[in-house]
């Protein structure tokens, strides 16, 4: 069984920053990709960035602003996000899963997710 537990989620000013944090217990072995995504009230939840043996990826709304990096001898994962902008306030969770192969192409396969972390960027 693997847990994920997020922490670092808070209230900010437009422009501010914040740092997630998603701590990883269990069975991780067989994961080797892992990502952050959000849900913004009445919308559905999106990919923030995930990263994948040391290669990272992220949204276009994120990218240049957020990033992701991960720690094994931490068995943590964290996002790094500068310059808030009051569309980034969401809940923000954390997943981790295999890369797969869909259709020739690899694609993150999320098997295991958080319970998340609010963030709330103000004006």
């Known amino acids: 069984q693997v847990q994920l537990v997020e922490s670092g989620g808070g209230s900010v000013q437009d422009g501010g920053s914040l740092r997630l944090s998603c701590s990883v217990s269990?069975?991780?072995?067989?994961?080797?990709?892992m990502g952050w995504f959000r849900q913004a009230p009445g919308k559905e939840r999106e990919g923030v960035a995930f990263?994948?043996?040391?290669?990272?990826s992220y949204a276009d709304s994120v990218k240049g602003r957020f990033t992701i990096s991960r720690d094994n001898a931490k068995n943590s994962l964290y996002l790094e996000m500068n310059s808030l902008k009051r569309e980034d306030t969401a809940m923000y969770y954390c997943?981790?899963?295999?890369?797969?192969?869909?259709?020739?192409?690899?694609?993150?396969?999320?098997?295991?997710w958080g319970q998340g972390t609010q963030v709330t960027v103000s004006s």
């Open positions: 997943a981790a899963g295999l890369m797969v192969r869909v259709g020739g192409f690899p694609e993150p396969e999320y098997r295991y």
């Open positions: 990263i994948y043996a040391g290669i990272t």
């Open positions: 269990g069975s991780t072995s067989s994961l080797n990709v």
